[in-house]
């Protein structure tokens, strides 16, 4: 299966923080069955977004996976750039994360999950703890999703 995933980080971008959502995430995916995936680190710049999304619809990915950005700050634009590339939102993807975090904060996330093309786009949280619990918590549902984009709609199970 074919994953992408693009963190957003001003300071990590430019060396001044450790990325370490990307590796958590990485291990995550990995230890799930992800044979094939692309990291981008860029900084919470929409045209970089925009762009990279763009470039990840024309390449066959079955997710994508971004990683900051969702909160309420100036610089958090992840969800606003998602809703202008995707074809179909998908809010219950979102919904069911947002009612198993029990972290006060997580009424903040303005993340989003929709489609585009064949290709599903999942926002996450900036926090690798909590980036992977709602990975976690949306993977089953994001792999019959991807089957179901897929044409496969009598199994729904797999995105391979």
């Known amino acids: ?21 990307t590796p ?15 990291k981008e680190l860029i900084s919470d710049d929409r045209n970089q977004l925009m762009n990279s999304l763009g470039i990840l619809l024309n390449q066959d990915f079955a997710i994508v996976l971004t990683c900051g950005g969702t909160g309420i700050s100036s610089r958090d634009i992840t969800p606003d750039v998602t809703k202008e590339i995707i074809d179909k939102e998908i809010p219950g993807i979102t919904d069911l994360i947002r009612s198993q975090n029990t972290h006060p904060m997580s009424a903040l996330s303005r993340a989003i999950c929709g489609s ?5 786009i999942l926002n996450l949280s900036g926090s690798p703890q909590g980036a992977v619990e709602q990975l976690e918590v949306a993977w089953p549902v994001l792999l019959h999703a991807c089957a179901i984009l897929k044409g496969d709609r009598i199994s729904g199970s797999s995105c391979d």
Do not use: C, F, P
């Not at 001003?10 to 370490?20: C, F, N």
């Open 116 to 120: 585009a093309k064949k290709t599903l």
């Open 1 to 21: 299966m074919k994953v992408a995933l693009i963190t957003l980080s001003d300071r990590a971008s430019q060396g001044l923080y450790e990325d370490l959502s």
């Open 24 to 38: 958590k995430l990485e291990k995550w995916l990995v230890n799930h069955g992800v044979t094939h995936l692309t």
